[in-house]
């Protein structure tokens, strides 16, 4: 008896059947080598995973690739978790991703979990060694590459904030060979500067990046540099979701550089506003009191006098109205022979004692407000200094921060002009 043929849809249709009905490659784990990347422009990636020997086709949805942590790029070693599917119309099958990982991150996540035990068990992360942050440091020193988004930022925040604090960074690498002793040796360099040069805060980190980026962070050597500093540090690495061994032995943990840098100083003109409201409060509770000495010294004091004693004697009516009367006429010549020019001068006293401490207190605020002036930028550029603005709006610290043809800004004390690099 003849067979009767079948249709190409159904043939296609029939195998994708069994390859979805199979256990094994329904959540199949195979580790390859990245080819032929193709991102499209709809968010989906295609690429082939290949071995010394064979390839497959693979498609990596947009929602798995945008949580990626690393940059996929071709000749890339990686392990996919996902499942075989059947493409009816074209013939072909394809391995769907669910979950792609660097070769190795399970290695580096096997040492990370055994120095973090290592490191725990000798205390390195116990809170009561952590030194808290000074509240008005003087000096911050920042361990970090000399380039990059991260330094700039931090710089920024940390002059803007403070008028008043000196930055020094100390450059290094922050990935690749070496980055882990280099970033140690600058750690043991700020803690080795003479008193009246070191910082009063250290902060170590750098921008985000994947975990083999960040890895020079999880390094023992970063951990015992942290763990000796004198110097309090912030660990200010990767993003918020980054952690890392610096970030557990670190005496304060940044979710970013910028926060880090928030942290560090405290903000001038909150200090400045603080100061004032303190200033008319002190003005306001030195009137008061002034007020009701004044009051005090006004009244005789008589009757407040007598209803004590009455109270705490307890006397009849008429022995207590004896007595009161016998002390009005005590107090009374005591009053006459003293006259009221004794009044007078105690109530003078009080007033000129009051005077005098909100003088004094006012004067001491004015001090801490001209010293504060002082330390203004616009102040320095009254001295003939002047601020340059890149294109992007961020002050230029360095020559290396500005390009030959960029446009820039330069802030003066009574203005700004436009101006151009021309070398």
């Not at 295609?46 to 071709?74: E, H, I, M, T, W």
């Not at 005789?300 to 004590?308: C, D, I, P, Q, T």
Request: one cysteine or more; a positive charge.
């Amino acid at each position: 008896m003849a067979r009767k043929p079948i249709r190409v849809s159904q043939l296609n249709a029939y195998i994708g059947r069994i390859l979805s009905t199979d256990g094994m490659l329904s959540d199949v784990l195979v580790a390859g080598e990245v080819s032929g990347l193709k991102f499209h422009d709809s968010g989906h990636v295609y690429f082939n995973l290949k071995d010394d020997a064979s390839r497959v086709n693979c498609f990596l949805p947009q929602g798995v690739a945008r949580k990626l942590d690393f940059a996929l790029k071709d000749g890339l070693s990686v392990v996919i978790t996902g499942y075989i599917n059947v493409y009816e119309k074209g013939g072909s099958y394809s391995l769907n991703v669910r979950h792609v990982a660097a070769e190795g991150q399970g290695a580096l996540s096997a040492a990370f979990e055994e120095l973090k035990k290592k490191l725990a068990a000798k205390g390195y992360f116990d809170e009561a060694r952590k030194a808290p942050l000074p509240s008005f440091p003087a000096r911050v020193a920042i361990v970090t590459s000399n380039s990059g988004a991260a330094v700039e930022d931090m710089l920024k925040i940390i002059t803007g904030r403070s008028r008043t604090v000196t930055v020094c960074v100390y450059p290094t690498l922050v990935q690749g060979p070496g980055a882990a002793e280099m970033i140690a040796g600058r750690i043991r360099e700020a803690n080795a500067a003479p008193p009246g040069a070191r910082a009063d805060v250290l902060i170590v980190g750098r921008g985000g990046g994947s975990a083999e980026d960040l890895w020079a962070f999880n390094e023992e050597a970063v951990a015992e540099a942290v763990y000796a500093s004198e110097i309090p540090v912030i660990s200010a690495v990767g993003h918020e979701i980054d952690f890392t061994i610096c970030d557990f032995v670190a005496d304060v943990r940044a979710e970013t550089p910028t926060a880090a840098a928030q942290l560090a100083v405290p903000s001038t003109d909150e200090l400045l506003e603080d100061a004032e409201s303190l200033r008319w409060a002190l003005k306001d509770a030195l009137a008061r009191r002034m007020n009701v000495l004044e009051l005090r010294l006004r009244a005789n004091g008589l009757e407040g006098l007598a209803a004590r004693l009455s109270g705490r004697v307890r006397l009849s009516g008429e022995r207590a109205d004896a007595l009161r009367e016998r002390m009005r006429t005590a107090a009374g010549r005591r009053l006459q022979d003293a006259g009221g020019a004794r009044i007078e001068l105690l109530r003078e006293r009080m007033r000129s004692a009051a005077l005098r401490r909100t003088a004094d207190a006012e004067g001491r605020l004015a001090r801490y407000h001209e010293r504060l002036e002082m330390c203004s930028p616009l102040a320095v550029l009254g001295r003939g200094y002047a601020v340059v603005e890149g294109a992007d709006g961020r002050v230029a610290a360095r020559a290396a921060c500005l390009r030959a043809g960029e446009n820039v800004k330069i802030r003066f004390a009574d203005g700004s002009r436009g101006a151009r690099i021309e070398n």
